[in-house]
Protein backbone atom coordinates (compact mmCIF):
# COMPACT_ATOMS: atom_id res chain seq x y z
CA UNK A 1 0.00 0.00 0.00
CA UNK A 2 2.81 2.26 0.91
CA UNK A 3 4.58 1.40 -2.34
CA UNK A 4 1.90 2.10 -4.55
CA UNK A 5 1.05 5.70 -2.78
CA UNK A 6 4.55 6.54 -2.94
CA UNK A 7 5.38 5.46 -6.61
CA UNK A 8 1.81 7.21 -7.49
CA UNK A 9 3.23 10.26 -5.99
CA UNK A 10 6.39 10.17 -7.81
CA UNK A 11 4.73 9.76 -10.72
CA UNK A 12 2.18 12.49 -9.78
CA UNK A 13 5.41 14.83 -8.76
CA UNK A 14 6.66 14.11 -12.22
CA UNK A 15 4.10 14.34 -15.02
CA UNK A 16 1.95 17.27 -12.93
CA UNK A 17 5.12 19.30 -12.03
CA UNK A 18 6.43 19.02 -15.59
CA UNK A 19 3.42 20.26 -17.10
CA UNK A 20 3.28 23.47 -13.73
CA UNK A 21 6.49 24.94 -14.28
CA UNK A 22 6.39 25.25 -18.10
CA UNK A 23 8.08 21.80 -19.72
CA UNK A 24 10.46 21.50 -17.04
CA UNK A 25 11.07 17.85 -17.72
CA UNK A 26 10.50 16.89 -14.18
CA UNK A 27 8.75 13.62 -15.98
CA UNK A 28 11.98 12.47 -17.51
CA UNK A 29 12.79 8.78 -15.60
CA UNK A 30 16.21 10.51 -14.32
CA UNK A 31 13.71 12.21 -12.07
CA UNK A 32 10.71 10.20 -11.29
CA UNK A 33 12.77 6.88 -11.07
CA UNK A 34 15.12 8.13 -8.17
CA UNK A 35 12.61 10.33 -6.63
CA UNK A 36 10.13 6.58 -6.41
CA UNK A 37 13.59 5.03 -5.44
CA UNK A 38 14.28 7.38 -2.42
CA UNK A 39 10.74 6.87 -1.19
CA UNK A 40 10.53 2.94 -1.32
CA UNK A 41 13.72 3.24 0.68
CA UNK A 42 16.29 2.31 -2.20
CA UNK A 43 17.83 5.15 -3.95
CA UNK A 44 20.38 3.53 -5.39
CA UNK A 45 18.40 0.92 -7.72
CA UNK A 46 16.16 4.35 -8.62
CA UNK A 47 19.34 5.97 -9.77
CA UNK A 48 20.45 2.63 -12.00
CA UNK A 49 16.36 2.52 -13.13
CA UNK A 50 16.66 6.36 -13.85
CA UNK A 51 19.67 6.52 -15.91
CA UNK A 52 19.05 3.62 -17.76
CA UNK A 53 15.83 4.99 -19.13
CA UNK A 54 17.07 8.29 -19.77
CA UNK A 55 19.37 7.09 -21.72
CA UNK A 56 16.17 5.19 -23.66
CA UNK A 57 13.77 7.90 -23.86
CA UNK A 58 16.50 10.56 -23.96
CA UNK A 59 15.39 11.06 -27.66
CA UNK A 60 11.27 11.08 -26.98
CA UNK A 61 9.98 14.10 -27.18
CA UNK A 62 6.42 14.94 -27.98
CA UNK A 63 5.44 17.48 -30.04
CA UNK A 64 1.56 17.54 -30.54
CA UNK A 65 0.79 14.71 -32.96
CA UNK A 66 4.11 13.57 -33.47
CA UNK A 67 4.22 11.77 -29.67
CA UNK A 68 5.81 8.07 -28.93
CA UNK A 69 5.78 7.35 -25.65
CA UNK A 70 5.62 8.92 -21.95
CA UNK A 71 7.98 7.92 -19.72
CA UNK A 72 7.19 8.59 -16.54
CA UNK A 73 4.81 6.13 -15.66
CA UNK A 74 7.12 3.43 -16.99
CA UNK A 75 10.03 4.91 -14.78
CA UNK A 76 8.09 5.04 -11.69
CA UNK A 77 6.64 1.03 -12.25
CA UNK A 78 9.94 -0.05 -13.59
CA UNK A 79 11.75 1.69 -10.06
CA UNK A 80 8.37 -0.46 -8.19
CA UNK A 81 9.12 -3.73 -9.76
CA UNK A 82 13.05 -3.32 -9.39
CA UNK A 83 13.30 -3.05 -6.07
CA UNK A 84 10.81 -5.44 -5.19
CA UNK A 85 12.57 -7.97 -6.95
CA UNK A 86 15.67 -6.84 -4.68
CA UNK A 87 17.25 -4.83 -7.69
CA UNK A 88 16.84 -6.83 -10.48
CA UNK A 89 17.43 -4.15 -12.77
CA UNK A 90 17.40 -6.17 -15.47
CA UNK A 91 14.94 -8.11 -15.79
CA UNK A 92 12.55 -4.82 -16.16
CA UNK A 93 14.23 -2.70 -18.77
CA UNK A 94 12.46 -4.88 -21.60
CA UNK A 95 9.09 -4.22 -19.93
CA UNK A 96 9.41 -0.73 -19.70
CA UNK A 97 8.89 0.69 -23.99
CA UNK A 98 5.40 -1.28 -23.99
CA UNK A 99 4.89 0.34 -20.78
CA UNK A 100 5.32 4.41 -21.55
CA UNK A 101 3.45 4.05 -24.91
CA UNK A 102 0.56 2.95 -22.95
CA UNK A 103 1.08 5.41 -20.66
CA UNK A 104 0.92 8.13 -23.42
CA UNK A 105 -2.18 6.79 -24.21
CA UNK A 106 -4.04 6.30 -21.35
CA UNK A 107 -2.73 9.90 -20.43
CA UNK A 108 -4.46 10.86 -24.08
CA UNK A 109 -7.39 9.67 -23.05
CA UNK A 110 -7.80 11.40 -19.96
CA UNK A 111 -6.82 14.51 -21.79
CA UNK A 112 -9.69 13.90 -24.32
CA UNK A 113 -12.51 12.51 -22.36
CA UNK A 114 -12.24 14.13 -18.96
CA UNK A 115 -10.93 17.47 -19.67
CA UNK A 116 -11.80 17.84 -22.76
CA UNK A 117 -15.67 18.14 -22.15
CA UNK A 118 -14.47 20.57 -19.56
CA UNK A 119 -13.92 23.10 -22.58
CA UNK A 120 -17.65 24.45 -22.55
CA UNK A 121 -17.35 25.36 -18.94
CA UNK A 122 -14.29 27.35 -19.58
CA UNK A 123 -16.39 29.33 -22.54
CA UNK A 124 -18.90 29.68 -19.72
CA UNK A 125 -16.63 31.51 -17.66
CA UNK A 126 -15.31 33.65 -19.65
CA UNK A 127 -18.79 34.64 -21.08
CA UNK A 128 -19.69 35.94 -17.22
CA UNK A 129 -15.73 37.55 -17.43
CA UNK A 130 -14.93 34.86 -13.89
CA UNK A 131 -11.34 35.40 -14.91
CA UNK A 132 -10.88 33.62 -11.24
CA UNK A 133 -12.90 31.03 -11.79
CA UNK A 134 -11.19 30.26 -14.80
CA UNK A 135 -7.93 30.29 -12.99
CA UNK A 136 -9.68 27.65 -10.51
CA UNK A 137 -10.99 25.47 -13.23
CA UNK A 138 -7.60 25.21 -14.91
CA UNK A 139 -5.96 24.18 -11.61
CA UNK A 140 -8.69 21.65 -11.09
CA UNK A 141 -8.44 20.48 -14.18
CA UNK A 142 -4.22 20.15 -13.78
CA UNK A 143 -5.28 18.19 -10.83
CA UNK A 144 -7.28 15.70 -11.94
CA UNK A 145 -5.75 14.93 -15.09
CA UNK A 146 -2.65 14.27 -12.98
CA UNK A 147 -4.24 12.81 -10.37
CA UNK A 148 -6.28 10.21 -12.55
CA UNK A 149 -2.77 9.56 -14.46
CA UNK A 150 -1.02 8.85 -11.04
CA UNK A 151 -4.12 6.39 -9.92
CA UNK A 152 -2.75 3.98 -13.17
CA UNK A 153 0.75 3.20 -11.29
CA UNK A 154 -0.99 3.13 -7.57
CA UNK A 155 -2.91 0.31 -8.88
CA UNK A 156 -0.34 -1.65 -10.91
CA UNK A 157 2.22 -1.69 -8.07
CA UNK A 158 -0.98 -2.54 -5.69
CA UNK A 159 -2.33 -5.31 -7.47
CA UNK A 160 0.06 -6.19 -10.21
CA UNK A 161 3.58 -6.26 -8.62
CA UNK A 162 3.25 -9.83 -7.77
CA UNK A 163 2.08 -10.61 -11.12
CA UNK A 164 4.45 -9.06 -12.86
CA UNK A 165 6.92 -10.95 -10.91
CA UNK A 166 5.00 -14.33 -11.11
CA UNK A 167 5.85 -13.82 -14.77
CA UNK A 168 8.88 -12.32 -15.27
CA UNK A 169 10.16 -15.35 -12.99
CA UNK A 170 8.26 -18.18 -15.11
CA UNK A 171 10.39 -16.57 -18.41
CA UNK A 172 12.54 -19.40 -18.94
CA UNK A 173 16.58 -18.05 -18.86
CA UNK A 174 16.97 -18.10 -22.15
CA UNK A 175 14.56 -15.96 -23.46
CA UNK A 176 15.60 -13.73 -20.68
CA UNK A 177 19.14 -13.29 -21.22
CA UNK A 178 17.74 -12.31 -24.79
CA UNK A 179 15.64 -9.76 -23.40
CA UNK A 180 18.16 -8.46 -21.37
CA UNK A 181 20.47 -8.43 -24.59
CA UNK A 182 17.85 -6.63 -26.13
CA UNK A 183 17.44 -4.26 -23.18
CA UNK A 184 21.02 -3.19 -23.44
CA UNK A 185 20.77 -2.44 -26.99
CA UNK A 186 17.66 0.27 -26.31
CA UNK A 187 19.95 3.09 -24.86
CA UNK A 188 21.67 3.02 -28.41
CA UNK A 189 18.15 3.43 -30.21
CA UNK A 190 17.32 6.04 -27.67
CA UNK A 191 20.48 7.70 -28.71
CA UNK A 192 19.97 7.12 -32.46
CA UNK A 193 16.07 8.90 -32.01
CA UNK A 194 17.99 12.20 -30.18
CA UNK A 195 20.63 12.29 -33.12
CA UNK A 196 17.58 12.36 -35.31
CA UNK A 197 16.73 15.24 -34.16
CA UNK A 198 19.82 16.96 -33.09
CA UNK A 199 22.61 16.14 -35.87
CA UNK A 200 24.22 18.92 -37.29
CA UNK A 201 27.07 18.95 -39.41
CA UNK A 202 28.62 21.87 -37.02
CA UNK A 203 28.12 19.66 -33.89
CA UNK A 204 28.97 15.69 -35.06
CA UNK A 205 32.57 16.96 -34.15
CA UNK A 206 31.60 17.00 -30.98
CA UNK A 207 29.65 13.36 -30.92
CA UNK A 208 32.86 12.05 -31.97
CA UNK A 209 35.25 13.28 -29.90
CA UNK A 210 33.10 12.10 -27.44
CA UNK A 211 33.75 8.96 -29.07
CA UNK A 212 37.23 8.62 -29.27
CA UNK A 213 37.74 10.14 -25.37
CA UNK A 214 35.30 7.07 -24.24
CA UNK A 215 36.80 4.47 -26.35
CA UNK A 216 40.29 5.35 -26.46
CA UNK A 217 41.28 7.28 -23.39
CA UNK A 218 38.70 5.08 -20.98
CA UNK A 219 37.63 8.27 -19.29
CA UNK A 220 34.62 7.79 -16.69
CA UNK A 221 31.04 8.84 -17.61
CA UNK A 222 31.64 11.69 -15.21
CA UNK A 223 34.74 12.83 -16.51
CA UNK A 224 33.37 12.97 -19.67
CA UNK A 225 30.37 15.17 -18.57
CA UNK A 226 32.69 17.56 -16.76
CA UNK A 227 34.71 18.31 -20.18
CA UNK A 228 31.59 18.33 -21.92
CA UNK A 229 30.09 20.77 -19.65
CA UNK A 230 33.58 23.13 -19.96
CA UNK A 231 33.08 23.09 -23.58
CA UNK A 232 30.17 23.94 -23.38
CA UNK A 233 30.28 26.96 -21.07
CA UNK A 234 33.68 28.48 -23.23
CA UNK A 235 31.21 27.99 -26.38
CA UNK A 236 28.24 29.64 -24.76
CA UNK A 237 30.87 32.29 -23.64
CA UNK A 238 32.48 32.91 -27.20
CA UNK A 239 28.72 33.10 -28.31
CA UNK A 240 28.23 35.92 -26.23
CA UNK A 241 31.06 37.95 -26.91
CA UNK A 242 30.13 37.47 -31.16
CA UNK A 243 27.01 38.26 -29.86
CA UNK A 244 27.67 42.09 -28.20
CA UNK A 245 29.82 42.43 -31.30
CA UNK A 246 27.64 42.02 -33.85
CA UNK A 247 24.96 43.77 -31.71
CA UNK A 248 25.82 47.53 -32.56
CA UNK A 249 26.12 47.31 -36.36
CA UNK A 250 22.82 45.54 -36.69
CA UNK A 251 20.83 47.35 -34.59
CA UNK A 252 21.71 50.81 -37.14
CA UNK A 253 20.52 48.16 -39.75
CA UNK A 254 17.03 47.58 -37.77
CA UNK A 255 16.64 51.85 -37.34
CA UNK A 256 15.85 52.38 -41.12
CA UNK A 257 12.79 50.92 -41.89
CA UNK A 258 13.13 47.52 -43.74
CA UNK A 259 12.01 47.51 -47.09
CA UNK A 260 10.46 44.33 -48.84
CA UNK A 261 13.76 44.01 -50.51
CA UNK A 262 16.25 44.55 -47.54
CA UNK A 263 13.70 41.35 -46.39
CA UNK A 264 14.62 39.62 -49.37
CA UNK A 265 18.26 40.11 -49.57
CA UNK A 266 18.44 38.86 -46.02
CA UNK A 267 16.31 35.91 -47.12
CA UNK A 268 18.78 35.00 -49.56
CA UNK A 269 21.94 35.62 -47.93
CA UNK B 1 14.11 24.49 -55.36
CA UNK B 2 10.91 24.50 -53.92
CA UNK B 3 10.89 20.89 -51.80
CA UNK B 4 7.63 21.30 -50.47
CA UNK B 5 4.37 23.09 -50.99
CA UNK B 6 2.26 22.35 -47.50
CA UNK B 7 -0.96 23.03 -46.71
CA UNK B 8 -0.83 24.06 -43.07
CA UNK B 9 -3.80 26.59 -41.17
CA UNK B 10 -1.03 26.91 -38.08
CA UNK B 11 1.72 27.59 -40.93
CA UNK B 12 5.39 26.92 -39.38
CA UNK B 13 4.83 24.99 -35.85
CA UNK B 14 6.00 21.86 -34.15
CA UNK B 15 5.44 19.93 -37.10
CA UNK B 16 7.11 22.06 -39.89
CA UNK B 17 9.80 23.10 -37.55
CA UNK B 18 10.83 19.88 -35.96
CA UNK B 19 10.14 16.88 -38.56
CA UNK B 20 9.72 18.64 -41.89
CA UNK B 21 12.87 20.84 -41.66
CA UNK B 22 15.05 17.93 -40.53
CA UNK B 23 13.45 15.30 -43.28
CA UNK B 24 13.83 17.95 -46.29
CA UNK B 25 17.07 19.29 -45.23
CA UNK B 26 15.20 22.50 -45.67
CA UNK B 27 17.38 26.13 -45.48
CA UNK B 28 14.79 28.13 -45.60
CA UNK B 29 10.71 28.68 -45.05
CA UNK B 30 8.40 31.21 -47.33
CA UNK B 31 5.69 31.67 -45.59
CA UNK B 32 2.79 33.15 -48.10
CA UNK B 33 -0.37 34.21 -46.41
CA UNK B 34 -2.39 37.52 -47.15
CA UNK B 35 -3.20 37.32 -43.66
CA UNK B 36 -0.01 36.91 -41.63
CA UNK B 37 1.81 39.32 -44.12
CA UNK B 38 -0.43 42.28 -43.25
CA UNK B 39 -0.07 41.17 -39.04
CA UNK B 40 3.21 42.12 -37.75
CA UNK B 41 3.08 40.40 -34.72
CA UNK B 42 2.13 36.93 -36.64
CA UNK B 43 5.02 37.56 -38.62
CA UNK B 44 7.21 38.15 -35.28
CA UNK B 45 5.79 34.87 -34.02
CA UNK B 46 6.35 32.59 -36.76
CA UNK B 47 9.91 34.20 -37.13
CA UNK B 48 10.59 32.83 -33.67
CA UNK B 49 9.15 29.67 -34.25
CA UNK B 50 11.58 28.77 -36.63
CA UNK B 51 15.31 26.91 -36.06
CA UNK B 52 17.76 29.18 -35.88
CA UNK B 53 19.29 27.83 -38.83
CA UNK B 54 16.08 27.95 -41.39
CA UNK B 55 15.48 31.11 -42.95
CA UNK B 56 12.19 32.71 -42.79
CA UNK B 57 10.11 35.01 -45.19
CA UNK B 58 6.39 35.54 -45.06
CA UNK B 59 5.04 37.58 -48.10
CA UNK B 60 1.52 37.71 -49.25
CA UNK B 61 0.90 35.06 -51.94
CA UNK B 62 1.71 36.69 -54.71
CA UNK B 63 4.67 38.66 -53.38
CA UNK B 64 6.00 35.23 -52.56
CA UNK B 65 5.48 33.65 -56.21
CA UNK B 66 7.94 36.70 -57.07
CA UNK B 67 10.11 35.84 -54.22
CA UNK B 68 10.40 32.29 -55.49
CA UNK B 69 10.87 32.81 -59.10
CA UNK B 70 14.09 34.65 -57.96
CA UNK B 71 16.89 32.38 -59.52
CA UNK B 72 18.44 32.31 -55.92
CA UNK B 73 15.52 31.07 -54.42
CA UNK B 74 17.07 27.67 -56.71
CA UNK B 75 20.13 27.77 -54.83
CA UNK B 76 17.73 27.11 -51.31
CA UNK B 77 15.74 23.82 -49.92
CA UNK B 78 12.60 25.41 -49.03
CA UNK B 79 9.22 24.83 -48.45
CA UNK B 80 5.96 26.85 -49.27
CA UNK B 81 3.76 27.00 -46.30
CA UNK B 82 0.23 28.17 -47.59
CA UNK B 83 -2.74 28.70 -45.09
CA UNK B 84 -5.84 27.39 -47.69
CA UNK B 85 -5.71 25.30 -50.30
CA UNK B 86 -6.76 28.12 -52.50
CA UNK B 87 -3.63 29.76 -51.74
CA UNK B 88 -1.77 26.17 -52.88
CA UNK B 89 -3.72 26.56 -56.41
CA UNK B 90 -2.30 29.80 -56.49
CA UNK B 91 1.19 28.64 -55.94
CA UNK B 92 0.85 25.38 -57.53
CA UNK B 93 -0.34 27.35 -61.05
CA UNK B 94 2.44 29.58 -61.12
CA UNK B 95 4.48 26.88 -60.75
CA UNK B 96 3.30 23.51 -62.46
CA UNK B 97 6.37 21.28 -62.24
CA UNK B 98 8.85 22.22 -59.84
CA UNK B 99 7.08 21.52 -57.06
CA UNK B 100 8.45 18.44 -55.78
CA UNK B 101 6.24 17.83 -52.87
CA UNK B 102 2.42 19.07 -52.71
CA UNK B 103 1.47 18.46 -49.57
CA UNK B 104 -1.99 18.49 -47.44
CA UNK B 105 -0.93 19.59 -43.58
CA UNK B 106 -3.53 20.53 -41.34
CA UNK B 107 -6.50 22.91 -42.63
CA UNK B 108 -9.93 23.72 -41.54
CA UNK B 109 -9.86 22.90 -37.84
CA UNK B 110 -8.91 25.86 -36.29
CA UNK B 111 -12.37 27.46 -37.22
CA UNK B 112 -14.23 24.50 -35.66
CA UNK B 113 -16.41 21.87 -37.30
CA UNK B 114 -19.49 23.03 -39.13
CA UNK B 115 -22.17 21.60 -41.50
CA UNK B 116 -21.00 22.70 -44.52
CA UNK B 117 -17.19 20.95 -44.01
CA UNK B 118 -16.42 17.10 -44.86
CA UNK B 119 -14.39 16.18 -42.99
CA UNK B 120 -11.38 14.35 -45.24
CA UNK B 121 -8.61 13.40 -42.40
CA UNK B 122 -8.22 13.77 -38.83
CA UNK B 123 -6.27 16.89 -40.20
CA UNK B 124 -8.23 18.29 -42.76
CA UNK B 125 -11.90 19.55 -42.82
CA UNK B 126 -12.40 21.94 -46.11
CA UNK B 127 -15.94 23.29 -47.15
CA UNK B 128 -17.43 22.47 -50.76
CA UNK B 129 -15.49 25.30 -52.25
CA UNK B 130 -12.57 24.44 -50.88
CA UNK B 131 -12.66 20.65 -52.05
CA UNK B 132 -13.37 22.06 -55.45
CA UNK B 133 -9.68 23.86 -54.83
CA UNK B 134 -9.07 20.16 -54.09
CA UNK B 135 -9.54 18.99 -57.01
CA UNK B 136 -8.17 21.64 -58.70
CA UNK B 137 -4.74 20.99 -57.28
CA UNK B 138 -4.95 17.17 -57.25
CA UNK B 139 -5.40 18.13 -61.66
CA UNK B 140 -1.97 20.20 -61.43
CA UNK B 141 -0.34 17.44 -58.55
CA UNK B 142 -1.91 14.28 -59.17
CA UNK B 143 0.68 13.23 -56.93
CA UNK B 144 -0.64 15.40 -53.90
CA UNK B 145 -0.49 13.82 -50.35
CA UNK B 146 -2.17 13.79 -47.30
CA UNK B 147 0.97 14.09 -44.67
CA UNK B 148 0.87 15.82 -41.31
CA UNK B 149 4.64 14.51 -40.16
CA UNK B 150 7.12 12.94 -42.51
CA UNK B 151 7.25 9.67 -40.20
CA UNK B 152 3.39 9.45 -40.62
CA UNK B 153 1.38 7.07 -43.27
CA UNK B 154 0.84 9.29 -46.29
CA UNK B 155 -2.32 9.00 -48.22
CA UNK B 156 -3.08 10.08 -51.84
CA UNK B 157 -5.29 13.24 -52.52
CA UNK B 158 -6.55 11.49 -55.56
CA UNK B 159 -7.56 8.46 -53.67
CA UNK B 160 -9.37 10.51 -50.68
CA UNK B 161 -10.94 12.32 -53.07
CA UNK B 162 -12.80 9.54 -55.09
CA UNK B 163 -13.85 8.26 -51.73
CA UNK B 164 -16.25 11.54 -50.97
Known amino acids: MYDAFVVALAVFVGVAGHEMFGMSMLSRPIVVAPLAGLLMGDIQTGLIIGASLEAIFMGVVNIGISSTAEPALAAGLATAFAIKMGGNVDAVIPIVFPLAVLGLQLLNMIFSFVCGPMATNFLKLAKEGDEKGIVKLHYVIWFVHYGLYALIPFFAVLFGANVVMTVLDSIPPVIMNGLTVAGNLLPAVGMAMLLRMLWSKNLAVWFFFGAVVMAYFELPLIAIAAIGTIIAIVMAQRDLQLKGMQASPAQQGQATTVSGNQEEEDFFQ | ?164
Open chain 2, 1 to 164: MIKAVRIDERLIHGQVAMTWTKSLKLTGLVVASDEAANNDIQKMTLKMSAPSDVKVIIKNVDDAIKLLEDPRASQMNLMVLVPTVKDAVKVAKAFPTEVELMNVGNAGKMSGPSEEKVTLTKEVMLTQPELDSLKELVEIYPETVFQPTPAMEKHSAKAILSSH
